[in-house]
């Protein structure tokens, strides 16, 4: 491989994780617009759908290099993994925000956000102790097919992650733009007292925002164990921090702010550890979000006051 | 021509309303009575109360005592939601459009408890007959329209949830003189073809022409209250909220 091979193929598993990184933000970034709230909780609801998606992709038999299935019946069963893990991490959103969140309604200060790292640990401490601590394998069920540009390959494994990653951010803007909810909730965004009195049902919409951001980070969960080929009760905290601080590096509350600061960590990540070193990764992406954060205090693409005016 | 005391068919009323946010008592055993087809204005000075009962009756504030009835049933207790579906509708403070969205997603939004029918392009044409520029504006931000252009989205905004009664406030601030005018013209025209509404206003001058009846507030309590006639010449509000001095 040349060195232009290596870059290439670099920006291709760049792209994977950024897309990855991008799903889990924009949960982040989702509750964040709608209420002001940081929601710690979203860590492990991420690392939970990949426990998921791997429970459901094991129950089809789907383990280790498998390669049992192919054709319709594989990607039948991989949508299913898919759609359970989004459904199943929306529904413990949802939960969460029920039964943590709401009863703290109107209540000022960090009350909320300190919640939702307690929920954090119950996640991560519940996983630990049903799970295990031991890493487990992820299936490569995949055929290994592959695709050359120049030196470098493109794996069907990214064409998967790339496919699901544009569909459901394509579909999460179609939503915001033309569905009604979609609408209430950029609305309530914007200007949640004047939302309410057009007779949106902002409690509703914090739920919308609960299940869409969290079955994202569903299938963020699911996107890590097909990329790494393991998943653990600690990603929450590794991968869930860096897509935290993509969300925050792109704009915390603006949708295209996560997907472009989810895209420049996965691209860090990858590149620095090819040029420099792996060890120097997060020295330069925190590095890189407090330069941001100086120059750019509302991130690259926030704004400097939300208009509440 | 409307009496001031036809309480029996009131379509939005008060009884001795008292709010509070935490220990601050704002509106203290406030009446009010306004009848279907009028234009009420409620003068008063900063800080009175004349928000805070807009966000009464829009039910974002809840009374700490006392009765609010709309068409005759208590609302006090219902939802903000509940209140838009049985006919009330803002035009807010400083407007409060939704910036980012554009100017035809405003006026859905002020639909948002209604089924997009037919009647939904029905009021959408009555909105753009209204306000021609409005129409010509649709498809812009409405983060960058003028003042005067955003007030026409904000009273189109409210008419599209085709509602009964209108809650104005302030629908003159921060507007130029000749946008002041073009607005209290359009709030005469859509009371002509029967819309209520109860504005709250410090241009009491511009008020009084259009108004009906008008309520006086001060630190919360309804001090006077009559026709926007016998308001024009009573001394103590030509010299408090005309700007003139009394004539001793
Ligand atoms: N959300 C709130 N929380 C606490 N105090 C408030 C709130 N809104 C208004 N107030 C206070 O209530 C009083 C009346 O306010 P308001 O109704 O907005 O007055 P105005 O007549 O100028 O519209 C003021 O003293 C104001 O500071
Ligand atoms: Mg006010």
Known sequence: MTATDLLVQQIINGVSLGAMYALIALGFTLVYGIMELINFSHFNVFMVGSYIALYVLEAFGISGQSTLMSGWPLVGVLVVALLVAMVGCGFLGVVIERLSLRPL????????????????????????????????????????????????????????????????????????????????????????????????????????????????????????????????????????????????????????????GGMIIGLIETLSGQVVAVRWTDVIIFSLLVLVLVFRPAGLLGRVAPNKS | MLDATTSSQSLLEFRDVNTHYGDLHVLKDVNYNI??????????????????????????????????LFDGKPIEKLST??????????????????????????????????????????????????????????????????????????????????PRLICMDEPSMGLSPLFVEQTFEIIQTINRQGMTIFMVEQNANMALQIAHRAYVLQTGKVVLSGSAAEMRVNPVIREAYLGELAVA
């Open chain 1, 105 to 260: 309604r109107g209540v000022k200060g960090p009350s909320a956000m300190i919640t939702t790292i307690g929920v954090s640990y119950i996640l991560f401490n519940l996983v630990l102790l049903f799970l295990g601590t031991d890493t487990k394998n992820y299936p490569n069920p995949l055929p290994p097919l592959t695709f050359a540009i120049g030196g470098a390959v493109l794996r069907l494994r990214e064409i998967l992650i790339w496919v699901i990653s544009l569909a459901l951010m394509a579909g999460l803007y179609v939503f915001t733009r033309r569905s009604k909810m979609g609408k209430a909730m950029r609305a309530t965004a914007q200007d949640p007292d004047a939302a309410r009195m057009m007779g949106v049902e902002v409690d509703r919409v914090i739920m919308t925002a609960f299940f869409l951001g969290s079955a994202l980070a569903g299938a963020g969960g699911m996107i890590f164990g097909l990329y790494y080929n393991f998943t653990s009760f600690v990603i929450g905290y590794s991968a869930g921090l860096r897509a935290f601080t993509a969300a925050v590096l792109g704009g915390i509350g603006n949708v295209p702010g996560a997907m472009l």
């Open chain 2, 35 to 68: 009848a279907a087809g009028e234009i009420v204005c409620l003068l008063g000075g900063n800080a009175c109360g004349k928000s805070t009962t807009m966000k009464t009756i829009m039910g974002v504030v809840r009374p700490t005592t006392g009765t609010v």
């Open chain 2, 81 to 162: 939601a509940e209140r838009v579906k049985r006919g009330l509708a803002p035009v807010l403070e400083a407007r409060r459009l939704f910036p980012r969205m554009t100017v035809y997603e405003n006026l859905e939004m002020g639909a948002y408890t209604r089924k997009k029918g037919p009647e939904f392009l029905e009021d959408l044409e009555k909105v753009y007959t209204l306000f021609p520029r409005v129409k010509e504006r649709r498809s812009q931000l409405s983060g960058t329209l003028s003042g005067g252009e955003q007030q026409m989205v904000a009273i189109g905004r409210a008419l599209m949830a085709r």
